[in-house]
């Protein structure tokens, strides 16, 4: 089974059986996990349906996949040379890569800011009760006046049970998100040039090993990519930012100016692809 024919499966567990997604799947798992109850209603993350959205956006021509672009990535040494000292498999971290640019894509054109929504004031009781179980009060003001207490630990179980309840109905409920997420601006808010940016390298981050072998420089005796120019590299051949005409010299360029973003509040915005 290829991904061409996995596009056309409904079964979400198709998608963990396709080997080609092996790192798409790790990835998602990470950083787009899906939240599911336990019999004791108690959330657990799960598997994230986000590749099965990629797989069906590339069976349906949704992502590019120009021969330029597979050809600057089979034939840029740098990258094959620091894929192998990684133990990476070329073609499963191909798809990785497409998946990494339709996710920044869909991050910069296909998303909207919101403001603090019913459902971010929602969560940030739910993890305050959530933390403070054993020892939490919660006090109920009507006018600023004092009406009511809840203090006995038991009713704070229930009242944190049935605050994670109302979050997931309104996380199932996507066609009202509208009505629970005020909105700032109008509704397909560009995300800034900076923070794609940003975000290239952070989805990599969380991707990459965290004990990176050596390699920082470019250098023609080792050809070997440390880590934060093999992520401009990869940034820099996926064309996500322009306007850069040498690899090796582009390469630090696309570093730099990632390292000046370092601050992001890409929370605020709402991914109507591939957030669930």
Known sequence: MNIQELSKHDNPM?????????????????????????????????????????????????????????LKYDNDEWIVNTLQKLNYDRNKFWYLLLFVKDYIYTMQYKSYKTGTSSLDELMLLWNVV???????????????????????????????????NGMMKMQE????????????????????????????????????????????AI?????????????????YITEIKENYDDPIKSSDKLKSDINKYGNSDLDKYFNTVYHC
């Open 219 to 235: 250098g023609e005796k080792t050809k070997i990519l440390g880590k934060a120019n093999f992520v401009a590299r990869l940034l």
């Open 173 to 216: 409920e996507k066609e009202k998100i509208s009505i629970t997420t005020p909105l700032i601006r109008e509704y397909k808010q560009k995300v800034a040039t900076p923070a794609i940016l940003w975000l290239f390298k952070d989805t990599f981050y969380k991707f990459l090993p965290e004990k990176y072998p050596r390699g920082n």
């Open 130 to 164: 959530n933390e403070n179980e054993e020892n939490a009060e919660i006090k109920i003001y009507i006018d600023k006046k004092h009406q009511h207490t809840i203090s006995r630990p038991t009713s704070i179980r229930f009242l944190r049970t049935a605050l994670y």
């Open 14 to 70: 198709d998608y963990l059986r396709e080997p080609l997604l092996e790192y798409v799947i790790e990835l998602c798992d990470n950083i787009l996990p899906t939240v599911l109850l336990d019999e004791n209603e108690e959330p657990y993350l799960s598997t994230s349906l986000a590749p099965k959205t990629f797989a069906i956006r590339y069976h349906k021509g949704l992502i590019s996949t120009s021969s330029d672009f597979r």
